[in-house]
């Protein structure tokens, strides 16, 4: 069973701030997901990724698959930044484990004005 | 933009009631998952289901969970006695491949007195 680390659980910046939320998990995996939770629950989907690093706007996303560690990245960081960041992994399927990802805890990020 | 809904959005209900929370994934996919997340708690995968049946389910999918997809567009998540700690909010999602990005409803709140 993966075991999924997230730090830090809670970070407060102040807006144009530089912010890094990583992840670490314990099995081989066949993908790494970034989500976004905002106080009302609803779940967004930001990176889906295996390998190297992705970039959506101001947000990046890199892997490094040997070390087992994934880091979210925030450039420029804005109020409306704030939410709950989510690492989740998908299961290697050479294990023929199951197909649902197993879930970090997750960051709060509080961006200041 | 396609996307994933869930009805109702907020369900109360009495300890020993059976409940039935729905979800109509993107049209395309394939690929269908319910996962829950107690107040405070991560997220967790409660099943996945391709091709009208279960593919995996966790420790938490005991007896009293089942799922169906009644017709070509709806999937649904039945409890059939409610218990106090089923309390949580409940995420349908979708995928078009195994291991491919999901989609997530915006959950339904399930609130059990």
């Known amino acids: 069973k993966n075991e999924v680390e997230q730090s830090p659980q809670n970070l407060t910046a102040q807006e144009g701030e530089f912010i890094t939320i990583n992840c670490s998990y314990s099995?081989?995996?066949?993908?790494l997901h970034w989500l976004q939770q905002h106080p009302g629950g609803g779940i967004v989907s930001l990176f889906m990724?295996?390998?190297g690093k992705k970039k959506h706007g101001r947000l990046i996303a890199t892997i490094n698959i040997q070390e087992k560690h994934s880091s979210l990245h925030i450039t420029a960081s804005h109020p409306r930044d704030s939410a709950v960041y989510i690492c989740a992994v998908g299961p290697s399927y050479s294990g023929g484990g199951a197909d649902g990802l197993t879930f970090g805890k997750g960051t709060h990020l509080i961006i200041q004005p | 933009e396609p996307e994933v809904t869930q009805t109702p959005s907020h369900q109360v209900t009495q300890m020993g009631q059976e409940v039935i929370l729905r979800c109509v994934p993107i049209s395309n996919h394939l690929y269908f998952y319910w996962y829950r997340q107690i107040l405070g708690q991560k997220v967790e995968f409660l099943v996945s289901f391709y091709n009208n049946e279960i593919s995996e389910k966790s420790e938490i999918f005991d007896d009293q969970f089942s799922v169906e997809r009644p017709d070509g567009s709806n999937f649904t998540l039945k409890i059939r006695s409610t218990k106090l700690e089923d309390s949580a909010m409940y995420f349908c999602?979708?995928?078009?491949?195994?291991?491919?990005?999901?989609?997530f409803g915006p959950g339904t709140r399930l609130t059990v007195t």
């Open positions: 999602a979708s995928g078009g491949d195994r291991g491919a990005e999901q989609y």
């Open positions: 099995v081989g995996i066949s993908a």
């Open positions: 990724l295996s390998s």
